[in-house]
């Protein structure tokens, strides 16, 4: 079972959500057919209807964060078998002609992907798609910003684990954290609204900073979602570290107000 918390800018609200393994079947099949209106469906063998597609533009990344992949790196699938840019529009397209209201650019890395900024206006057009949306760990973003925004990104999700240098070279074994920190003001600077980050919380790594994370949320159009920690290891299950989401409520509670929020 996973968490996510959600902490709002003002109020900190708080959004709680959960999945379970009989909600997410690791078997289904995706199919589509015309509903009433005339409109296309994209649903799979369990009933469900699909609008939210990810798309992985590459799979390496200029950082190697120490829960994600070894710091040698990987074996990485070679650039002539992945997805050319037009394969991926025309994809995109198809999808979102099926009914996906909703498309994220993820890796990987997305920024490091060449052709990313065609990607973006290609698709932004698109008549029936609401959010394009991207997943960035930042290093790249404040120099790639403004042709991404003027391509149509509308919405953007960095990755953060940790508001000092010193950790966050230690987590993600490189050096960058002011990269990433001018990138959110960029980001506030060019009018996204909020800015979101995602934060994955380990004991004895970072759990020592989620007031801070918290506190940026206060004067900032900031949102920050603390997420639990998927305690695997060579597929062995290791809670070590692992922190529940309601020891972080705790945590937060004795120095900021909570209140629940309805989900959806």
Not at 65 to 74: A, F, H, K, R, T
Not at 75 to 84: A, E, G, N, V, Y
Not at 90 to 110: C, D, M, N, S, Y
Not at 125 to 151: E, V
């Amino acid at each position: 079972m996973m968490y996510e918390l959600e902490l709002l800018p003002e109020a900190e609200r708080l959004d709680s959500r959960t999945a379970s393994a009989s909600q997410t079947p690791k078997d289904f099949s995706l199919t589509y057919s015309p509903a009433k209106s005339r409109a296309h469906v994209l649903s799979d063998s369990f009933g469900r209807v699909h609008k939210y597609l990810r798309i992985s533009l590459v799979e390496h990344c200029n950082l190697r964060c120490s829960y994600c992949m070894p710091e040698g790196g990987l074996d990485w699938t070679p650039t002539d078998q992945l997805l050319t840019v037009d394969e991926i529009i025309r994809l995109a397209r198809l999808f979102v002609a099926q009914g996906v209201t909703k498309i994220r650019l993820t890796g990987g890395e997305p920024l490091l992907r060449p052709g990313i900024e065609k990607i973006v206006e290609a698709l932004s057009p698109l008549p029936s798609l609401k959010t394009l949306a991207i997943t960035t760990n930042g290093l790249l973003l404040k120099r790639k910003l403004p042709k991404l925004q003027a391509a149509g990104l509308n919405l953007i999700n960095l990755s953060l684990d940790t508001l000092q240098p010193d950790r966050f070279e230690a987590i993600t074994r490189r050096d960058g954290l002011g990269l990433v920190l001018e990138a959110i003001d960029e980001m506030l600077m060019s009018g996204y609204d909020p800015v979101k980050i995602n934060c994955v919380v380990m004991r004895d790594v970072n759990e020592d900073e989620l007031v801070d994370f918290v506190g940026l949320t206060r004067d900032k159009s900031i949102e920050v979602r603390f997420i639990e920690f998927m305690p695997f290891d060579d597929n062995r299950w290791s809670g070590e570290k692992l922190v529940p989401y309601e020891e972080m409520l705790r945590v937060i509670r004795q120095v900021y107000p909570l209140e629940p929020i309805a989900c959806g």
